[in-house]
């Protein structure tokens, strides 16, 4: 996605470690940074924690943000360097995320709703295995899966924890999502299931009281959930910002082929 991009005005937010809030310092005063409420793109510097907090933070203003990677894994995230920086915004590839809107029913009578980015993962909260009953546009798909759990991943959050799970890559401009198994014990062979983006994913826990589950969605978490409601909200944008020659559908086929 190309798009002319304002650079005039750059915010620039840090994680906790020090070395990465002494680069915001540094940057700040180099670039002549501004408040986040202000800015034309925000510079985020950390890891793939500070990028998923930073693009939930700025869900509802639309404002482009670049990653520079001060943390370990920085999938997410650009390389680190402070100079060059206005270059390499205008010359930048913006990808364009929609996130998950979950609504999540607990066994209390509570309705809970929230924004996930990466995934929205339904996990077993004690020793015994959740059964779960899985619907795809008001259609069961599966009566009974028995497992630690099942995730529902966008393109951006494919290389994330569904990659851990044995689920698949996803293009990040692909119109999909990935239905994926944690665990799977029965049945012992399903490795999950790839959607339309516009598909409603409605997961049912059977016998909840003896196997309790939990949602969560990037960061919010509820307990004792016994229906969730997984779909697009292409009400919200989220754009990111990836150096030209690095673009994040590169570093996801990449990925598919690395040892």
Request: proline share 3%; hydrophobic share 50%.
């Given at each position: 996605m190309t798009q002319k991009l304002d650079t005039r005005k750059l915010a620039f937010v840090a994680s906790n470690n020090p070395d990465a809030e002494a680069a915001r310092q540094s940057l700040h005063a180099r670039y002549n940074g501004v408040e986040v409420d202000q800015a034309d793109v925000i510079i985020a510097l950390g890891g793939d924690g500070l990028?998923?907090?930073?693009?939930?933070?700025?869900?509802?203003?639309?404002?482009p943000i670049f990653g520079m990677n001060h943390?370990?894994?920085?999938?997410?995230?650009?390389?680190?360097?402070?100079?060059g920086l206005i270059d390499r915004l205008s010359q930048a590839k913006l990808s364009l995320l929609h996130p998950l809107k979950v609504i999540a029913k607990t066994a209390s009578g509570e309705t809970h709703e929230a924004l996930a980015i990466n995934e929205v993962s339904l996990l077993r909260e004690t020793a015994?295995?959740?059964?779960?009953?899985?619907?795809?546009?008001?259609?069961?798909?599966?009566?009974?899966?028995i497992c630690d759990g099942?995730?529902?991943a966008t393109p951006a959050g494919s290389t994330a924890y569904n990659l851990s799970a044995h689920?698949?890559?996803?293009p990040?401009?692909?119109?999909?999502?990935?239905l994926t198994p944690i665990s799977a014990f029965r049945p012992r062979r399903w490795r999950g299931a790839?959607?339309?983006?516009?598909?409603q994913v409605i997961i049912k826990t059977q016998e909840a009281d003896k196997r309790p589950v939990s949602a969560v969605a990037d960061h919010a978490e509820f307990r004792d959930v016994i229906e969730v409601e997984i779909k697009q909200d292409r009400s919200h944008q989220l754009f990111m910002?990836?150096?030209?020659?690095?673009?994040?559908?590169e570093r996801i086929l990449a990925e598919q082929f690395s040892q």
């Open positions: 990028m998923l907090q930073t693009l939930h933070a700025n869900m509802k203003n639309g404002t943390g370990s894994i920085g999938f997410l995230m650009n390389r680190f360097e402070e100079d015994q295995a959740a059964k779960l009953e899985i619907s795809i546009d008001g259609r069961v798909r599966m009566e009974e899966l099942v995730l529902v689920g698949p890559i996803l990040i401009d692909a119109a999909l999502l990935a790839v959607l339309p983006e516009k598909a910002l990836f150096d030209a020659d690095h673009s994040l559908d």
